[in-house]
Structure formats: C-alpha cells, structure tokens
C-alpha cells in the first residue's frame, strides 16, 4: 500500500522483559489470565520491574473497571 511502511516482526527467546535489546519503546505481547494471579515467569518479570503493573492489574480485577473495560478475556 502508498505510504505503508513495511516492518519487520523479531522473535526474540529467553528473559528480554527486564533487559529489552535495542533503543525505543517496546511492545510485549503476552497472554495472561483472569485470576489476578501474577506468580511466575512474564508476569513476575514484569511487576518486579515495574511494580505498578501488578498493583494495577489486580485493582482492575478486584473493581472490574479500566477506563471503561470488563475483566474478562476474550
């Protein structure tokens, strides 16, 4: 398409959470849960990092409100 930039997907393997590889802002896709339960692997990277995260994530599932949006997958 005119215009379109095309870009390039990267897989990456192992613990990039904490320490991402390259400059800019980053996506990370990541499937989760409805249980409020952030334990271990991703999750647990991602609130040791930034704490917030976990704090928020299980005020949105005790209120069932973000900004207008249900707890609830799919």
């Not at 409020?36 to 040791?48: P, T």
Request: net charge positive.
């Amino acid at each position: 398409m005119e215009g379109q930039k095309n870009m390039e997907i990267k897989y990456l393997s192992g613990n990039d959470v904490r320490e991402p590889v390259g400059d800019g802002r980053k996506i990370i896709g990541h499937c989760c849960n409805n249980l409020k339960i952030m334990g271990s692997g991703v999750a647990r990277a991602l609130f040791e990092k930034w704490p917030d995260v976990r704090s928020k994530y299980i005020d949105w599932g005790d209120t069932n409100d973000h900004f207008g949006k249900k707890f609830e997958l799919g």
